[in-house]
């Protein structure tokens, strides 16, 4: 329900407006003149009103579907640190006004936001200036946030948004979500962001490559691409010398290159739903860095030898990849501390598991092939949560399982052909869910 004094003078008999009127709005900001942070939804009017310009404490304004509303100037809000324009194609926005924010750190474009960079072809809302020189991020010197997540078909080329010589050194974060203005990135990016430390590519159907030269990114330590049309990766990936987090998600790639293997920082590694893709390369198991891996896709073959990846630590494996016995080597992962086995076609967990000493977490759902859990787990030192859940062809499971001394939260559900469990239960559990719940 709307607040009174938001709704001045509003006509109830009206449906097609938003009780919010600029009137209420007035009143309400000369109210609140210390507000720091600021979120505007769904207003049909064009301007805000004189009062919005004195919120001089904001340090953080979201403007979010504001269909008719003309972007103010923002000069006056010197302390903003966080802006996100969101409006509908109706409107634009003239990046030049953002020029005056000293301190903004995040900046974020959403719903087919139409960008100006003060040059004819692209830009929708003129410059006050007509001869002022083109927008570049590399103006926002504090900018360390930046997200794009437009689908507007005369969004600007990312090259053109950050032309050759200005660097952006404190950019952290970039955001690119269905941007259609990216179709590749450009070859000098080392030189647009030299300090770069994460990049995310998101759901940009025409983004397919990335440049030989992304390895001049020498500070980066993130890359996530997702749902883009990206067939491989450069030939010298692997000399990313910081690289530690990669996620590759639906992507219609179909290898990895042999230097994948010279990612000696690489930490996490997650590839999701990538259905062409069936191995790993040739000496995957020599990222000694590696601590997570998550192998989501289908018919993507687990690497014969896993004794080089020694600090791994956390194991997902998903999506009914077809291998019926997980390879011995896999029990030589000492530092392994959580295992998730999901809609797995492997018909019994892994052999020699006892070796697994660090293991502490084990996750077995939906194996359909399972049909005993062996007693050889209950030796396991260090197991504190065992969750089994819809292995549909689950017959049984060890009564020694009271053995596990350490163990506190247990699960073993939606296992219909299972008739009877231990009668004895570890004393330590804190969790308990059995049955078909």
Do not use: W
Request: hydrophobic share 40%.
């Amino acid at each position: 329900m709307t607040p009174d004094f938001l709704a001045d003078g509003y006509d109830e008999g009206r449906e097609d407006e938003n009780p919010v009127t600029a009137a209420g709005l007035d009143r309400f900001f000369r109210q609140c003149s210390q507000l720091e942070r600021l979120s505007l939804h769904c207003l049909t009017f064009v301007d805000l009103p004189a009062s919005f310009f004195q919120l001089l404490h904001l340090r953080a304004l979201d403007l979010t579907d504001d269909s008719a509303l003309e972007y103010p100037d923002f000069a006056n809000f010197s302390s903003l640190a966080n802006l996100s324009l969101v409006t509908s194609a109706r409107n634009g926005c003239s990046l030049t006004k953002l020029v005056e924010f000293s301190g903004l750190t995040s900046l974020s474009f959403r719903n087919e936001t139409r960008l100006s960079l003060g040059e004819e072809r692209y830009h929708f809302q003129r410059s006050p200036d007509p001869d002022a020189a083109p927008f570049s991020f590399a103006l926002l010197s504090s900018l360390k946030s930046l997200r794009f997540d437009t689908t507007h078909s005369s969004s600007p080329p990312f090259g053109l948004m950050f032309p050759s010589g200005s660097l952006c050194r404190n950019l952290e974060r970039p955001l690119l979500t269905q941007y259609d203005g990216l179709e590749r990135l450009p070859h000098e990016i080392g030189e647009l962001l030299p300090c770069l430390p994460e990049l995310s590519i998101a759901s940009c159907e025409k983004f397919s490559e990335l440049p030989e030269q992304l390895t001049s990114l020498i500070c980066l330590q993130s890359l996530k691409i997702s749902s883009c049309n990206v067939l491989s990766l450069p030939e010298n990936f692997g000399e990313l010398p910081v690289l530690k987090t990669l996620v590759l998600h639906k992507l219609p790639i179909v290898g990895l290159p042999d230097s994948f293997r010279q990612l000696t920082s690489l930490e996490t590694f997650f590839i999701i739903e990538c259905a062409e893709m069936e191995k790993l390369p040739a000496g995957f198991a020599s990222l000694t860095s590696l601590k997570s891996l998550c192998l989501e896709t289908e018919e993507l073959q687990l690497p014969d030898d896993f004794r080089g990846l020694a600090s791994l630590q956390t194991l997902f494996r998903s999506k009914k990849f077809s291998q019926q016995l997980l390879p011995y080597s896999f029990t030589r992962l000492s530092s392994l501390t959580r295992l998730e086995l999901n809609v797995c076609m492997i018909s019994e967990p892994p052999e020699g598991m006892t070796a697994m000493g660090s293991l502490q977490q084990l996750y077995i759902h939906h194996c359909l092939h399972i049909t005993e859990i062996p007693g050889s787990i209950t030796v396991l030192p260090r197991p504190e949560i065992l969750r089994i859940k819809g292995c549909s062809s689950l017959l049984s499971v060890p009564r020694s399982l009271v053995s596990l001394g350490r163990l506190k939260e247990l699960e073993i559900s939606k296992c219909e052909l299972l008739l009877q469990l231990p009668e004895s239960l570890p004393t330590t559990l804190q969790f308990l869910s059995l049955g078909d719940d």
